[in-house]
């Protein structure tokens, strides 16, 4: 099976950057695309970020691009999500997922998920 661990998330004060990272264990010889998602509070999770498997390709949602940076580092099974210029807003719990398809936006779409670190951003 495939697992995936999140960590790196803190409290941050607005304007703050972190750096969350997600390794990926199990049956890592399939190639997986990866995505971000955030859900807050009595809120719907939401796509944030996502990436192709020889990352070439990534897509963010209009609320974080310019601010957030996806990559990943496939020798060492391992995804990042670089946040700059945070924002209130931004609070939430961040997840990994993996697809055996192509990244998308849609929850639906992925495969296995990490069990999410907290990110939040103080004012």
């Known amino acids: 099976q495939v697992q995936l661990v999140e960590s790196g998330g803190g409290l941050v004060q607005a304007g703050g950057s972190l750096r969350l990272s997600c390794a990926e264990s199990?049956?890592?010889?399939?190639?997986?695309?990866m995505g971000w998602f955030r859900q807050a509070p009595g809120k719907e999770r939401d796509f944030v970020a996502a990436?192709?498997?020889?990352?070439?390709?990534?897509y963010y949602a209009d609320s974080v691009k310019g601010r957030f940076t996806i990559s990943r580092d496939n020798a060492k099974n391992t995804v990042y999500l670089q946040m700059n210029s945070l924002k209130p807003e931004d609070t939430a719990v961040y997840y990994c997922?993996?697809?055996?398809?192509?990244?998308?936006?849609?929850?639906?779409?992925?495969?296995?998920w990490g069990q999410g670190t907290q990110v939040t951003v103080s004012s």
């Open positions: 199990g049956r890592t010889f399939t190639s997986h695309a």
């Open positions: 990436i192709s498997w020889s990352g070439g390709v990534t």
């Open positions: 997922a993996a697809t055996t398809g192509p990244p998308t936006s849609d929850t639906y779409d992925y495969d296995y």
